[in-house]
T-cell receptor, first 111, second 115 residues
Framework: EDQVTQSPEALRLQEGESSSLNCSYTVSGLRGLFWYRQDPGKGPEFLFTLYSAGEEKEKERLKATLTKKESFLHITAPKPEDSATYLCAVLEETSGSRLTFGEGTQLTVNP | EAQVTQNPRYLITVTGKKLTVTCSQNMNHEYMSWYRQDPGLGLRQIYYSMNVEVTDKGDVPEGYKVSRKEKRNFPLILESPSPNQTSLYFC??????????????FGPGTRLTVL
């Protein structure tokens, strides 16, 4: 069974304090790994799609990387507006459309 | 603006009173899906549709119905809602490639309370 585990569950940072969120996955074949940002009571907002090990993507203070077993979301010099829950999801090679989500990491950035 | 819209955004109803949550997308996506999100359980797929008139069950389909008569719309129907269907619901859509779906884009959510 496909599994997606995110760590830590919660992370509290000071403004400007860089850190990384982890998403480890167990699938028979990865077709895509997705990062979303979710604010309380709102829909997941798409951030990145990664398709193969070694791939990296960046957007403002965020950088996502992918290996064969895990993905990292690096946050450089975060600001309070980066506070949100970050969700990781994987699409398995033979699943067609089945997206398996992790539980998320709740990030709080204090000013 | 490319988007997925849902209505209503908030709904309080009583047990057994049929309701429909609408979902519409303007990106010409073939694939659409419904999820529910509950504390401690994450996002779980209810139903999905690969194209018009093609729907299939996700992980938690019991108590729900869907239809896909038009490409842009994918309503979620609760024929006889029960309190355990109190949840936050999201609609999503995606392009279909030769290998299946790709990035899914989510709507703003519908918070449903069943008393």
């Amino acid at each position: 069974e496909d599994q997606v585990t995110q760590s830590p569950e919660a992370l509290r940072l000071q403004e400007g304090e860089s850190s990384s969120l982890n998403c480890s996955y167990t699938v028979s074949g990865l077709r895509g790994l997705f990062w979303y940002r979710q604010d309380p009571g709102k829909g997941p907002e798409f951030l990145f799609t990664l398709y193969s090990a070694g791939e990296e993507k960046e957007k403002e203070r965020l950088k996502a990387t992918l290996t064969k077993k895990e993905s990292f979301l690096h946050i450089t010099a975060p600001k309070p507006e980066d506070s949100a829950t970050y969700l990781c999801a994987v699409l398995e090679e033979t699943s067609g459309s089945r997206l398996t989500f992790g539980e998320g990491t709740q990030l709080t950035v204090n000013p | 603006e490319a988007q997925v819209t849902q209505n209503p955004r908030y709904l309080i109803t009583v047990t057994g009173k049929k309701l429909t949550v609408t979902c519409s997308q303007n990106m010409n996506h073939e694939y659409m899906s419904w999820y529910r999100q509950d504390p401690g359980l994450g996002l779980r797929q209810i139903y999905y549709s690969m194209n018009v008139e093609v729907t299939d069950k996700g992980d938690v389909p019991e108590g729900y119905k869907v239809s896909r008569k038009e490409k842009r719309n994918f309503p979620l129907i609760l024929e006889s809602p029960s309190p355990n269907q109190t949840s936050l619901y999201f609609c999503a859509s995606s392009l279909l490639t030769a290998r299946g779906t790709d990035t899914q884009y989510f709507g703003p959510g519908t918070r449903l309370t069943v008393l």
